[in-house]
């Protein structure tokens, strides 16, 4: 028996060996018929198709009159039926279909082909003397031409892409949505030659188990069981229009299977050539911590932007160019840019400076700054400024607890600067961007950002003509100093991955839609109110980091996991920084007209008192005496208790 086994051993190596042989044999063949020129491919399949269509005719009479073999007695028949059939298919634009590329719309093209061919054909079987042509030979003709032509070129695409397939260039990919979108995007890589999708992967149950473009679509349980049986190198998102909550929901359970997550881009963008279907990217945290977007207010967008001339403080910056940007699609007359960074000024002018010539829109660039009472009132008068968004302060938490004179001098004076000059100049609109960390702060940052605010409540109660607001909000994803590309970074060097404290979240919010809900709600301003942007449920740092090292394919190393790929440490809560951030100093809001925005009512002290603060505040800064600037902060500002520095 052992003998009997060894003899079956060697006869199935033979085998193997024979299996390879053929199938580099046919790589090779495949590679030279590519080289080909395309008339030469034409010229094949018109070939194949002028032999195959007299034997599809006679098989055609051998079914209607049950003869064995058969052969008719109007021969010519045998040259008309290639001749009309393609000739219509010619016409028809079948020939011009590259293979490898071909879809479900091949298979409309074959059945018009051939109805239209076998109609011909039967009208000149009857116009031209025969001596037997059965009605329905033409009719068995079409269907059986029809499954001829569909089965040819499917084997064919079929070869070419599995002779095409090379495993040290093409990655195994499974595609998660088998709508149109995953459907295209799957076609589009299949013939770009980078990817190898093996599988779809959707929801929906009614899909499982069906066949798209020849792969096979599977459940979640099925994905679980491909990525354990084959080396599937990442999974590619293709849902475009599914809610990010979905997104999410998806995203969680991808992540479990430390397998790399990427997203493919819109067939829209691939088409207009602002994206490649090689340029599969990494799943942002922005796609998935927002929330699904509240439909704008056309008119709150409008009403302090259209036709206006606006001035941007911080122009430069994450929050900034952002306004910036949307900003110039509401179509304003002016728009002047204040920037203390030269390179930051540069760059959103060169970026808009096109856009703005475009639109007929004036744009103005300024390098300053906002604590220059000169430069602001030049600025203010020359360009006739109409509303101001005051984007501009210092707002790293550990950079300004260690430099508190230049936090005061930027945050508060500069805000102060710049909302007298706005009012001496009878600017229409001031609206400051505000923080989270303004309320109940525990660092110099957010209590200057919220006696920026009592500034501004302040003017605003001492009956100014100008309508000061301000709105508050949370952390925006990608701003400079995001906790997101810092442990992005952190996870490609392999870690390890900065989490400070294990119970640590925030609010995050993504740039365009804080930018836009901050137009809106200094439209709706009507003086001194603190509008508060809805950012949604809160999210734990610590969870943030553990998604965000599974979406990239890699797993974290801890006590449970010794073996993992990136560990995360915690260095512990940096001076000023808070475990959790508020919204709202009291428990008073209210609606808006905007679902996302909240109106707080807040305490504020009267000009005078501001006015008598500022004083010896300016008095504390002339002698850099950072103690008693932190004390008079702590007197100012509700709930402001700083950290104890020794």
């Not at 070939?47 to 269509?53: P, S």
Request: aromatic fraction near 6%; hydrophobic fraction near 45%.
């Amino acid at each position: 028996m052992s003998g009997y086994r060894g003899c079956d051993d060697t006869s199935s190596i033979k085998l193997n060996l024979a299996e390879v042989t053929v199938k580099e044999y046919l790589r090779l063949w495949h590679v030279r018929v590519l080289a080909w020129p395309r008339w030469a491919k034409k010229a094949v399949m018109i070939t194949a198709d002028a032999i195959a269509f007299p034997v599809i005719l006679l098989f055609a009479y051998m079914l209607r009159l049950d003869i064995w073999p058969y052969v008719p007695k109007d021969l010519w028949m045998l040259a008309a039926a290639p001749a009309l059939s393609i000739a219509v298919l010619y016409m028809l634009g079948t020939y011009n279909m590259v293979v490898r590329f071909i879809g479900a719309e091949m298979a409309v093209t074959i059945a018009k082909a051939m109805f239209v061919s076998s109609a011909l054909l039967a009208a000149l079987a009857y116009m031209v003397p025969a001596e037997f042509v059965p009605r329905s030979v033409p009719f068995i003709y079409a269907v059986l031409g029809a499954l001829y032509l569909s089965a040819s070129r499917t084997i064919a695409r079929r070869y070419l892409l599995w002779a095409s397939e090379k495993k040290s260039d093409r990655k195994l990919v499974v595609i998660y949505g088998a709508g149109s979108g995953g459907i295209q995007s799957a076609s589009a890589m299949i013939n770009a030659g980078i990817y190898q999708p093996v599988a779809f992967v959707d929801d929906n149950p009614n899909l499982h188990k069906q066949l798209l473009l020849g792969l096979p679509v599977t459940s979640r349980k099925g994905l679980e069981n491909l990525i354990e049986e084959r080396p599937i190198e990442a999974v590619l998102l293709a849902m475009p229009s599914v809610s990010r909550q979905q997104r999410m929901e998806v995203v969680n359970f991808l992540e479990t299977l430390n397998v790399p997550v990427k997203t493919i881009p819109a067939i829209a963008d691939i088409m207009s050539g602002k994206a490649r279907i090689e340029e599969v990217r990494d799943v942002t945290l922005e796609e998935l911590l927002g929330r699904d977007p509240v439909s704008p207010n056309q008119d709150l967008l409008e009403l302090a932007v259209k036709e206006k001339h606006v001035l941007v403080t911080g122009a430069g910056g994450s929050i900034g160019s952002e306004l910036c940007r949307q900003i110039l699609r509401l179509h304003p007359k002016r728009l002047v840019l204040l920037e203390v960074s030269e390179l930051g000024l540069y760059s959103i002018e060169m970026e808009l400076k096109a856009l703005c010539e475009e639109n007929g829109i004036e744009l103005s660039a300024v390098l300053g700054s906002v604590t220059d009472n000169q430069l602001l009132s030049s600025i203010l008068a020359d360009f006739e400024i109409h509303t101001v968004y005051h984007a501009a302060a210092y707002k790293h938490v550990p950079m300004v607890e260690q430099n508190v004179c230049s936090g005061v001098n930027n945050n508060v004076l500069g805000t102060l600067a710049i909302a007298r000059a706005a009012e001496l100049a009878g600017v229409e609109r001031f609206i400051l961007i505000s923080t989270d960390k303004a309320v109940r702060p525990t660092n110099v940052m957010g209590a200057t950002k919220r006696m920026a605010e009592m500034v501004l409540q302040a003017l605003a109660e001492n009956g100014s003509k100008t309508i000061f607001t301000m709105v508050r909000f949370g952390n925006v994803l990608g701003s400079s100093g995001s906790v997101v590309p810092l442990f992005r970074e952190q996870i490609r060097r392999g870690g390890p991955v900065t989490v400070t404290h294990p119970d640590i979240i925030r609010y995050f919010m993504t740039i365009p839609e804080a930018a836009q809900l901050v137009i809106q709600a200094g439209a709706m301003a009507r003086g001194g109110e603190v509008f508060v942007l809805d950012m949604g449920e809160p999210v734990r740092i610590l969870n943030l980091a553990n998604t965000m090292i599974h979406l990239m394919g890699l797993s974290v190393r801890n006590e449970q996991n010794p073996q993992g790929d990136i560990e995360i440490s915690f260095t512990g809560l940096r001076p000023g920084e808070k475990l959790f951030e508020e919204l709202l100093i009291g428990e008073d809001s209210q609606p808006t007209d905007h679902p996302a925005i909240l109106q707080a009512h807040e305490e504020l002290l009267r000009w005078l008192e501001m006015e008598e603060a500022i004083v010896r505040l300016i008095k504390h800064l002339d002698e850099s005496n950072e103690l008693a600037i932190r004390k008079l902060l702590q007197e100012v500002v509700t709930g402001y208790q700083p950290a104890q520095h020794g």
